[in-house]
């Protein structure tokens, strides 16, 4: 079993700044890519920014410039700093990892972390 669990939500003003932390935790698993979703009321779930092992990174275009993804792999957890904040930045934030465990590659998602962005 591989459980991630995110943090840091939270409510910001417009302009502000938030670092969203997920840290994978389980037995005999290793992870390659890691990333955020984010998902707004009545939106589809939408990519944020996500990293490979190797450092890789890629951003959507409605954050790229704002939000930095980074990731420390000794203690398997996934950073998400954003920056100048919109109230459009409003959602849950979920994160993701691509997880390998007994030989075989799982999809694991945290169940995320309310970010409101609103003055």
């Known amino acids: 079993q591989v459980q991630l669990v995110e943090s840091g939500g939270g409510l910001v003003q417009p302009g502000g700044s938030q670092r969203l932390s997920c840290v994978a935790s389980?037995?005999?698993?290793?992870?390659?890519?890691m990333g955020w979703y984010r998902q707004a009321p009545g939106q589809q779930r939408e990519l944020v920014a996500s990293?490979?092992?190797?450092?890789?990174?890629n951003y959507a275009d409605s954050v790229k410039g704002r939000a930095t993804i980074s990731r420390d792999n000794a203690k398997n957890t996934v950073y998400l700093q954003m920056d100048s904040l919109k109230p459009e930045d409003t959602a849950v934030y979920y994160c993701?990892?691509?997880?390998?465990?007994?030989?075989?590659?799982?999809?694991?998602w945290g169940q995320g972390t309310q970010v409101t962005v609103s003055s």
């Open positions: 389980g037995s005999r698993f290793s992870i390659n890519a």
């Open positions: 993701y990892a691509k997880v390998t465990r007994w030989a075989q590659e799982f999809d694991a």
């Open positions: 990293i490979t092992r190797g450092g890789s990174t």
